[in-house]
C-alpha cells in the first residue's frame, strides 16, 4: 500500500505543471465553495438571529391555538404561577412575559394600526435586543412611568418624536368598548426588521396591565435558550415543567333546553373548593376557536339578599341567588329572555328584549316568586346587598322559570359586568354554557375544549416555519453550488487522469508484465487522483482559512445595500459563519469527485493489454 | 516432464482481414537451469512465443507447461501471480520504472510478494551490490547508463529467484563490452543460482554465450542445438 501510494505520489511530480494547474483549480473550488457558502450562512444566520433576538426568541409559550388566532383576551390566565415553574429551566438563558393587543395610535397628524406589547421592563434585556435598538431616547427606568418605545418606521409615519405624546385607543381584557390612553415617546426604536419597525410600540407590562385590565395575564412567554443545539432539551424541560397547564374544569352535557325539547349544550364548572372561574373570557376566546361551538354565555351566581320598599312604604326582604348573564349571549345560549314578561306599558315593549337589555345596564330581572316575596313589579327599584356592598336596579320584568327549568328558589337576572364589577371586583362566572352547531358530538367537543385550555411550548422554527425554511433553501443552494463547481473540478481532474494515464500506458504494461494485478493497477490511478484532490484541498483550506480569519477580524461591511438588507432582516456587516458539517460537506464530496473522476481512468489502466501496452513507445 | 514444455503453439494475428501466422506450431522443451538463445530474423516469432511462455499473451492454440502447471488453462489474475512469483522478465528498452530508484525497483517485486521490509531491502541491496551497482542504489533509471540500467533490469528479474527469466532482446541497445559483461553476469547467475534463463536475440555475442541454440523461421523451430 505505502509503495502504491509512493509511486503515486512520485507521479504527480512528473508532469509538475499539469498537477500544479489542476491542483490550484481545485484548491480555488474549494475556496470559492467554502467562502461562497460562509457568506451565504453569515446571511441566514445573521437573519435568524435577528429575528430571534428583535423579538421571536428561541421558544415561546402560549395558550394553545394563540400563535394561529393572536388576540389579547386569548391568554395565560395565572402567568404568575407559569412562570414560576418555569424558572429554572435547563438551558435557559432568558424568560420575558409579553402581553399583546391591537390598538389604534393618534398622532396630531394622522392616526394608524399598532401592535401594543407590554414588557417586563428587567426581563425583556434578556431575551431581546429592544434596548440596543433604541436609536434615540432611551430605554424604560422605572415600570410606573407612562411612556412608550416606538419603532423608527411607525413614528415616521405618524410623524412623531421623541418627547411627543400619542393617543391609543385599544380594547381591554373586559370590555367590550375601547379605552383611551395616551403615552409620552420615551424612545425610538430600530430592530432592522421592517415589520417590527412599522408595527410595535412598546410600554411597560405594569401600565399594559392596568390599562388592558391583564393582572397575572400574559399572552406569551419569549424564552431564549443558551445554545442554539441545547433547544430541544430546554424545550423538552419546559414541556415538562408545564404538564397539562389547565384549570380544574368539568364538562357536563345538558340534552334539553328550557322547554325540554332536545338541544345540544355544554355546561362548564370548576370543581374543587373554590368554584368560580376567573376571567372566563379567555376560556371563551379559546373555546371559541373551536367550530363546533356557535355560542357562549358565562353565568355568575352569588347569594345575595334583595329589599324592597314598596309604594307604601314597607319593606320586604328576600334571600335570592342573584345570577350575571350578558344578556344577548345568554338569550343565544338559553332564550330565557324571550320568555321575560313586561307591564304593557313598559320602556320594553316592542324591542328586542336581549339586544335592549345589553345596551341599558341598571336592571334586574325577577322570577316571579321573588317578585311576588318582594312586592316588587316592573319599574319598581330594589336593593341588592351583599353585606358590604349595595347595588339598586330597576326591576325591568319577571321570570316564570330559570335557567335550570320551572323552580321554586328565587332568583334575579342581572347584568354580569355590572355585578363582578360590584360584589367581586374580578371577572367571573360560575359556569359556563356553550350552545354547540346541530349534529355536534357533544362529549369529544368538551374534552377538546378542555385540551385547547392547556399551554403550548414552541421554538422559533415552528413558530415562524418561513424563517427555518429560508435557512433550508440557503443550505440547499449551497449543496447545488457545490455541485456545480466540483462537476466542474470532476472533469479537470478527469481529464488530467486520462492524460496521465494515456502518457504511462507502456509503463503501467510493465507494472503488469511483473506482476501488478489489476487491481492494484486501479487503486494507483484512484489514489493519484485522490492526492491531487487532497492537495488542492489542501490549498483551498488554507486560502479559506485566511479569507474567513481577514473576513471575521473586520467584517464584510455591505453598507452600500443597506435597504435591501434591512428588508431581509439584515445588517450591514456581515461576519462569515462555517460549519463542521459545511467543510465535512466540501471534504467529503471533493473526495468522491476525485474517486468519481478517476474510475474511468482507472479502469482503462487496470484493462491494458499488456503485449499492446509494451509495443508502446 | 520437461521444465518447460509448449505443444503445436500457434499464434495468429488478425489485422483487417489479413491474418499472420507468428507462431505456426512449436514444440519445445526446456530443461531446469538451461541457458538458451531463440534466434532468428525479426518477424521470426520469438518476442511472440517468449510473451507467450512468459504469460503475457495467449496462443491461438496449443498448450504450455512451465514445471508442470499448465499455463494455458489459467486465468488472467492467474498468470498476473505467475509472472510475480515464477518468471522474471528482461525487456529490450530496460523499462524500469522511471519514478523508482534503482533500489525501489528492484524491491517491488519483493513488495508485490509481500516480503517484509527487512528482508526484501536485504536481498534487493546485496544484489545490487553484487551485480556491481552498490553506487547506484538510489539512483533514478534516467541518471543512469542504458547498461546501468539493463543490470538493475536483471537484478529486478531475478531478485525473487523466479523460475524461469524471460529476456527479449536484452543486449539490443547496449554497446558490445557493456552486451559482454551483462551476459556474463547472467551466466554466472545461471550458474551460480541455477536460475534457467531463455533470450531472444539476433546478437551473436548473445549465441555464443548460450549453451543451447534454437532457430525460429517463419513462426517455426527450424534448428535446435546444443553448444559445447
Known sequence: MKEFVKIAWRNLGRNLRRTLIITIAIALGVWGVLVTIAVYNSMAFQMVDNFIYASLGHVQIHIKGYTKNPGLRLCMTDAGEILQKIKGASHMAGYAPRIYGFALAQSPRTSQGVMIVGIDIAKEPTVSRIKKFIKSGSYFTSDDEPVVLVGKDLAHKLKVGEGDKLSFFMQSFQSEEDVVESFRIKGIFSSGITELDKMMVYLPIKQAEKIMEMQDRVNEIAITVDDEKNLELLKADLKQRLPEQKPDLRVEELKTD?????????????????????????????????????????????????????????????????????????????????RVQIPSDSWLQGAEMDKELEANKGWVVLSESAAQALNAV??????????????????????????????????????????????????AASEVVLRLKENSDARKTGEELLAGLSLEVKDWKELWPVLAQMTSIMDYTNYVLLLCIYIIIAFGIANTMIMSVFERVRELGILKAIGTSPRQLFGMVIMESVMLAMIGMALGGLASAITLWVWDRNGLDLSMFEAGLAAYGLPTVLYPVLTLKNILTAVIMAFGIAVLSAIYPAIRASRLLVVQALRRI | ???????????????????????????????????????????????????????????????????????????????????????????????????????????????????NKKERRERSIKLLEKLGLGQLINKKPTEMSGGQQQRVAVARAIVHLPELVLADEPTANLDSKTAHELMDMMAKLNEEKGITFLFSTHDPMVMEHSRRLVELRDGKITNDQIRN
Open chain 1, 258 to 338: 328550557l322547554d325540554g325539547k332536545p338541544v345540544s349544550l355544554l355546561k362548564i364548572t370548576k370543581s374543587g373548593q373554590d368554584k368560580m372561574i376567573l376571567a372566563p373570557e379567555a376560556f371563551g376566546e379559546s373555546f371559541k376557536l373551536n367550530g363546533n361551538v356557535s355560542m357562549i354565555s358565562n353565568r355568575l351566581f352569588l347569594p345575595m339578599a334583595a329589599l324592597h320598599k314598596n309604594r307604601l312604604g314597607k319593606d320586604s326582604y328576600l334571600d335570592l341567588e342573584l345570577i350575571g348573564v350578558e344578556p344577548v349571549n345568554e338569550n343565544r345560549v338559553s332564550g330565557i329572555f324571550d
Open chain 1, 378 to 427: 316592573p319599574g319598581d327599584t330594589v336593593r341588592l346587598d351583599s353585606g358590604d356592598k349595595v347595588l339598586s336596579l330597576q326591576v325591568a320584568g319577571t321570570l316564570k322559570q330559570g335557567l335550570d327549568g320551572p323552580g321554586e328558589k328565587p332568583f334575579a337576572l342581572m347584568f354580569r359586568q355590572d355585578m363582578w364589577r360590584t360584589f367581586i371586583s374580578q371577572s
Open chain 2, 1 to 115: 516432464m520437461a521444465h518447460l514444455q509448449t505443444q503445436g503453439i500457434t499464434k495468429i494475428y488478425q489485422e483487417n482481414d489479413v491474418a499472420t501466422n507468428a507462431l505456426a506450431g512449436v514444440d519445445f522443451k526446456m530443461d531446469k537451469g538451461e541457458f538458451t538463445a531463440l534466434f532468428g530474423p525479426s518477424g521470426s516469432g520469438k518476442t511472440t512465443l517468449l510473451n507467450i511462455i512468459g504469460g503475457l499473451d495467449r496462443p491461438s492454440n496449443g498448450k504450455l507447461w512451465l514445471s508442470d502447471q499448465e499455463i494455458t488453462a489459467l486465468s488472467d489474475s492467474q498468470l498476473s501471480r505467475l509472472r510475480l512469483f515464477k518468471v522474471g522478465f528482461v525487456f529490450q528498452a530496460y523499462n524500469l520504472i522511471p519514478v523508482l530508484t534503482a533500489l525501489e525497483n528492484v524491491e517491488y517485486i519483493l513488495i508485490l510478494q509481500r516480503v
